[in-house]
């Protein structure tokens, strides 16, 4: 059986369990249960507007490139963020498909993209 230093007791890697990624998605699926996406937009404070997509949400993005040529993404919404600088919604989206070649997709480029930009495709 083979051993390494995750192991310093001989313990095989073959009976080793993978605990803190069973917790951390056994903790989104209760999250989900508790607070379901539809349900987060209505709990905010009065003074912030009500974010134009929620989690789950497919929507899309349109831009002129560096060629003068038409682009699209089409991606998911994973994240929603209060800019406070800007005084709006943003949004961490997984790209899932666009004009760029497949091999480019699934992407997600962490940049927290602004609403205004962005075009909603379906509800979650």
């Known amino acids: 059986m083979p051993h390494s230093a995750d192991c310093p007791e001989g313990r095989s890697q073959l009976f080793t369990f993978p605990r803190r990624e ?3 998605r056994l903790a989104s699926a209760a999250l989900l249960t508790i607070f379901p996406a539809h349900q ?3 709990k905010l404070p009065a003074k912030y507007p009500v974010p134009s997509f929620r989690v ?3 929507v899309s993005d349109h831009w002129i490139d560096e060629f003068g040529r038409d682009a699209c993404e089409l991606g ?3 994240g ?3 800019e406070p600088h800007d005084e709006t919604w943003g949004y961490h989206i997984n790209w ?3 004009t760029m070649p ?3 997709y699934p992407c997600f480029d962490r940049h927290l993209t602004v609403g205004g930009d962005l075009r909603l495709v379906s509800h979650a």
């Open 40 to 42: 987060s937009a209505a």
């Open 22 to 24: 069973l917790l951390q």
């Open 76 to 78: 998911e919404v994973i």
């Open 102 to 104: 497949p091999e480019y």
């Open 56 to 58: 789950g949400d497919k």
């Open 80 to 82: 929603i963020c209060w």
């Open 96 to 98: 899932t498909g666009g």
